[in-house]
């Protein structure tokens, strides 16, 4: 759909076609104009990519139908996220030996890997961590995402749609066991995150906290295909943005509990058999209030190795015991993180830009001593 076409009413046309046809979805194009296919900056390939509709064979096969975004759909991604690219991301990871060093040397350079990490507010590590994985390694991790991000219907009820077709080009698929099996027997790089959309829309007080299932629900089929697991953290969501209103306070709002029941009322229930407060997450907006950008902190942790322990995670008690170790080393991985940004000199914006004024745009901005 066009935002500046004066020969059309396409708004109008795209809401009747929608309507009648049962496999359409409609992407808003605000600022191009009846010839959109001519104008520059449009590439209706990235379009397909996003809305899911590239095919390899009559069946939807959301492993094999992928397509990696070309460098310059990897450029627009970044751009589209203007406030994210002022954290001036520092990356760390573990070297076999237990060694910390700046930079994805620590990271295998060939799969199956399962990295599973904490799920920040509103996913805002999302799009850093995979671009800048995918830039600095050429590893393009796929990631398990939540099936409303892939539901037609739920575009429908967002303003913008732009950051469903984003995950879908970095790659994300719907988290099946199915796919989670086709991506490690492919040996793929697999982002999971335990905590899923209980982490994302997290309450007032409750960043950096996990919300794991108690099953380990990933240990024995990383194991089935000796992936490595890597766990990994990330911190900065405090220094981007407060949380203004929570599911809590969205509650108590009139009328709130109409769009709660649209929102929720055709989703898919993942862990409806899990106990507590991960059971049946409902999905809601979050109303946050942005900050002046600080810093985002990712660390990856030392590989765990499954390969030649495939009888022993098969039994219950050594499978929880290795998910119990993987959590345990995330929460570490956070806790180093929280504490070491203390000590950078550059964890605020002003002294970053100071340094990028004197050594140039590209410049990397040192941080703390490893």
């Known amino acids: 759909m066009h935002g500046y076409d004066v020969l059309l009413p396409s708004r109008e046309e795209a809401q009747r076609l929608q309507s009648m046809l049962e496999n ?12 959109i296919l001519l104008e520059g900056g449009f590439d209706i390939v ?41 954290a001036n991301l520092v990356m760390l990871s573990t070297l076999p030996d ?55 219907y739920s575009e429908q009820l967002l303003p913008e749609s732009s950051l469903f077709d984003v995950c879908r080009i970095l790659g994300a698929v719907p988290v099946t066991t199915f796919n989670f099996y086709k991506l490690l027997s492919e040996k793929h790089f697999v982002l999971l995150y335990p905590g899923g959309a209980r982490e994302v829309l997290h309450r007032k007080g409750e960043e950096y906290k996990l919300f794991w299932p108690e099953q380990p629900e990933f240990v024995r089929m990383a194991s089935r295909f000796g992936a490595k697991i890597i766990p990994f953290g990330v911190v900065g969501e405090d220094d981007i943005c407060d949380v203004l209103l929570d599911y809590n306070d969205l509650l108590k ?12 009322k055709d989703s898919v229930k993942l862990r409806a058999d899990c106990t507590g407060e991960i059971q049946n997450q409902p999905i809601h907006p979050m109303v946050v209030l942005p900050k002046v950008p ?36 995330v929460e570490n991985c956070i806790k180093y993180l929280k504490e070491k940004r203390e000590e950078d000199p550059y964890r605020s914006i002003l002294p970053r830009l100071l340094y990028q004024a004197v050594h140039g745009h590209n410049a990397e901005i040192p941080t703390f001593e490893l």
């Open 294 to 329: 600080g810093r985002f902190y990712f660390i990856f942790g030392k590989p765990i190795e499954t390969r030649g322990r495939e009888m022993e995670l098969t039994e219950k008690e050594n499978a929880q015991h290795m998910y119990l170790h993987v959590k345990s080393e």
């Open 253 to 264: 709002l009139p009328f709130y509990d109409i769009m709660d029941k649209k929102l929720n």
């Open 98 to 152: 237990g060694k910390i060093v700046r930079g994805l040397a620590g990271l295998p350079e060939e799969g199956p890997v399962v990295l599973v990490g904490y799920h920040m507010l509103m996913a805002l590590e999302l799009v850093p961590l995979v671009a800048g994985v995918l830039s600095s390694t050429g590893i393009n991790l796929r990631g398990l995402g939540h099936p409303f991000l892939f539901n037609k």
């Open 46 to 86: 990235t379009t397909i990519k996003g809305a899911e509709y590239y095919r390899r064979s009559s069946q939807t096969d959301f492993i094999a139908d992928y397509l990696p975004p070309t460098p310059s759909e990897l450029k627009k991604i970044l751009d589209s996220f203007g406030i994210l690219n002022f």
């Open 24 to 35: 359409c979805r409609v992407r808003h194009f605000r600022d191009n104009g009846h010839t």
